[in-house]
Each structure stands twice: as C-alpha cells, then as structure tokens.
C-alpha cells in the first residue's frame, strides 16, 4: 500500500503564484502579509530576486480566475493562491462575484491540475473580514500552509 501526502519540508523549489485583488486591500494585503511569512518560515524564497514566486495583483475577487488562467499559461507553477475579500453589501453583488470567483477557480485548478488555494474571504463585515486577516488571526498564513502541501503533494503524485 501506497500513502501519499505533502511534505512542509522540500519548499526550497516550490514555484508559488499569488493572485491577490486590490479591493478591500487593507484586508488582502494583511493576508499577503501573513501569507508570506508562512512561506518564508517554511523555507521559499519570498525575496524580491525569487525566480519561485510571482504576485500578480488584480481589481478585485471576480478578476482573480483570469489572472490565475494567464500566469498558469506564462509560467510551470506547483500551486497557486488567490487572495480576495469579498464583504457583504446591501445588493446581490456579493453573491455574485463569491459565486463566479469560486466556480473559475475550482474549474481552473481541476483543468489545469495545478492545486489552487481559495483564500477570499466571504464575511458579512468588515470587522469580521479584519478578524480572519490578522486581528485575531491571519488566514493568510493557512493558505499558504494549504499550498505548501498541495503543491508538494501534487509534485510528487506527477
């Protein structure tokens, strides 16, 4: 019998892409934050030189799949993640744009068989958005946890 799982050890050559919408950045970028500290601790090169990771900033969630598509096609990633804040309103745009970013990139990740992490966050608040962002806890840093096994994971099945 055969066990498979990823590893948090064997980052050095991970190749991460972070797709990550500018609306609502003072919730997002408290995610990329968190996000890259993970990464760091965990031994990828976040540095500005890093030949393994890209930061591809876009408007907002429901922009995040067709940035994700075309650094998938510029570029051989393990993993990818998206990071958005899509925050309750008074109109049905919410449900929108959770509904479509959520569906682009489930279809993405399953066509491309690249893991992509979902970390938009869908609140009802922006207190609550702050919290999941670094207030209480930053959320940024499970996702890049989330990718570091997938990506590994993923490497090794291939």
Aim: glycine fraction near 8%; charge should be negative.
């Amino acid at each position: 019998m055969a066990i498979y799982e990823g590893s948090f050890t064997d980052t050095a050559s991970l190749k991460v892409g972070i797709v990550i919408a500018r609306f609502n950045d003072l919730v997002t970028s408290k995610l990329l934050s968190g996000c890259l500290d993970c990464l760091k601790r965990h031994g990828v090169d976040t540095s500005e030189s890093s030949n393994n990771l890209d930061i591809v900033w876009v408007p907002g969630s429901l922009e995040l799949p067709i940035a994700a598509k075309s650094i998938i096609n510029k570029s051989k990633y393990d993993v990818l993640i998206t990071l958005g804040a899509v925050i309750k309103g008074d109109t049905s745009h919410y449900d929108v744009v959770v509904s479509e970013a959520s569906k682009g990139i489930s279809k993405l990740s399953y066509e491309s068989n690249i893991p992509i992490i979902f970390g938009v966050l869908t609140t009802d608040t922006m207190q609550q958005a702050l919290e999941r962002a670094g207030i209480k806890n930053n959320l940024g840093w499970n996702y890049a946890l989330q990718a570091i096994e997938m990506g590994s994971l993923i490497k090794n099945l291939n």
